[in-house]
């Protein structure tokens, strides 16, 4: 800060010319592409689909609108725009919308610049200060977005003729900056219609008070495409006037899910009880979701958020971490056993196209999860393998399973049905052999031995039935 300038008069003196918000981001955008600078850090998926579509209009000096269902990441990539803005950008002292000290916009810093010219101080505004968020809800007013006459301002002895009484909305304060709507299409038309202006010849009027202000300002959206192609909510006249619509999706392979789970899930806990979750298992966590937007049961045009596999996972790790504390066990390895605790983190995660009835919903969920869970055990195995199991249950033989027992008690149990450890050793090497060495040999056993049970279970080869807080298997 010592070293920028401080005054007008200095700034001049500097060099500095005055740039528009879309030449700084493109002209940071070219920056960073020419370097090999990740674009976008946290968002997995989009590099060959979405993130060409982002330069494309940051380049055309577009304003954009991202469409896409529900947990796709838009709004983190809208906020992560913010990157492509100066560290620091000059702006008349104590205004209000950010005014450049040599292009002046407000009353407010004309006036002022004309009282002390050159020696008018300046300030700086950072990039995370001039991105502005606002959710599209019913009751939002033109005086939210745009401004209002400030009667305060007016009872104070300002004339209603002066720009003075102005008080200004979201878009005006994001003068230099980026203004994001979310959800756009939930925006009444008639607020919709007070932004053509705005979009097109950048300029804004209060209640036909006579100001023009050209706002210099990056414009961004979102919405669900149910809303913005099957609804027609948002009003054509603005869509006309939006530069590029970038889609958004799920992620296209279940690997990329699950780096995106592994990414944002919360696992670095705080407890003295380490957890480890085998690979299959969160390939099921993933698979669950990915079954879901496939459901025909499910309405896909709401869509099945990312947000519901971060949180089974974060469910399945917690149920581990509670088995093994009340064990008294000072590492956890998850077993299928904790996929039922993905029940209630999926709830309010899917919308239903089928009749809203008690309980359809979990029924559902616990149909995808072993749909899921067989679809994991057949990439890897072929039930056929393990008839040796099934003539166990096949002799009248029942197990009792559940998260109760500890890892040991799970696998005495298991271990027990004749030939199923050798095959349950030599399926752990194939799954998780790095876990077989040292204290998590019998946990991962246990694991893999309750998934190999599950998937003849899920291949009708077994019978399984709820029995208190466990499960009964048989045949």
């Known amino acids: 800060m010592v070293d920028r300038p401080q005054t007008v008069g200095q700034l001049r003196e500097s060099g500095y010319r005055p740039q528009s918000v879309k030449d700084e981001m493109r002209k940071n955008l070219i920056r960073k592409l020419r370097s090999g600078e990740n674009l976008f850090p946290g968002i997995v998926g989009y590099e060959e689909t979405v993130t060409p579509q982002i330069v494309n209009a940051i380049l055309s000096r577009h304003d954009m609108l991202f469409l896409g269902l529900r947990g796709q990441g838009k709004t983190r990539i809208l906020r992560s725009l913010t990157s492509l803005l100066d560290d620091a950008l000059p702006m008349v002292a104590g205004s209000e919308i950010h005014d450049d000290p040599l292009a002046p916009l407000s009353k407010y810093a004309r006036d002022r610049i004309a009282v002390e010219g050159d020696n008018c101080p300046i300030d700086y505004v950072g990039a995370a200060d001039r991105y502005f968020e606002k959710l599209a809800t019913p009751d939002v007013t033109i005086a939210d977005l745009i401004g209002e006459i400030d009667l305060v301002k007016h009872a104070s002895g300002k004339e209603l003729a002066s720009e003075d009484v102005l008080h200004f909305g979201l878009i005006p304060r994001a003068h230099r900056g980026i203004f994001c709507m979310n959800e756009v299409p939930d925006l009444s038309p008639k607020i919709q219609v007070g932004l053509f202006n705005v979009l097109e010849e950048r300029d804004i009027q209060i209640r036909g008070f006579p100001i023009r202000l050209n706002l210099d300002v990056c414009i961004v959206f979102s919405a669900n495409p149910e809303d913005y192609t099957n609804r027609g909510r948002i009003v054509t006249p603005l869509k006309d006037r939006i530069g590029s619509v970038i889609r958004t999706h799920y992620p296209l392979t279940r690997e990329l899910g699950m780096s995106i789970t592994d990414q944002n899930a919360w696992t670095d806990r705080d407890s003295s009880t380490q957890v480890i979750v085998p690979t299959f298992l969160k390939e099921i966590v993933e698979e669950t979701a990915r079954l879901a937007r496939q459901s025909p049961h499910v309405n896909q045009a709401s869509g099945v958020s990312v947000r519901m596999s971060i949180a089974n996972y974060e469910n399945l790790v917690s149920n581990a971490e509670r088995r ?36 359809e919903e979990d029924k559902l969920l616990g149909r995808i999860i072993d749909e899921a869970t067989k679809n994991i055990f057949d990439q890897h195995f072929n039930p056929k393998q393990f008839r040796n199991v099934v003539e166990h249950f096949d002799l009248g033989e029942s197990i009792e399973l559940g998260d109760g027992l500890s890892s040991e008690q799970t696998w005495q149990k298991l271990s027990a049905i004749r030939g199923f450890s050798e095959q349950v050793e030599a399926a752990a090497k194939k799954l998780e052999p790095t876990l077989l060495e040292g204290a998590t040999r019998t946990a991962v056993l246990a694991s893999v031995a309750e998934f190999l049970l599950d998937g003849l279970y899920c291949s009708n080869r077994l019978s399984r039935q709820p029995r208190g807080t466990g499960l009964h298997y048989g045949k």
């Open 324 to 359: 093994a504390i009340v064990q008294h066990e000072k590492l956890a390895v998850a077993r299928t056993c904790d996929l039922n605790s993905m029940v209630s983190s999926s709830r309010g995660k899917l919308e239903l196209s089928m009749s809203d009835e008690s309980g």
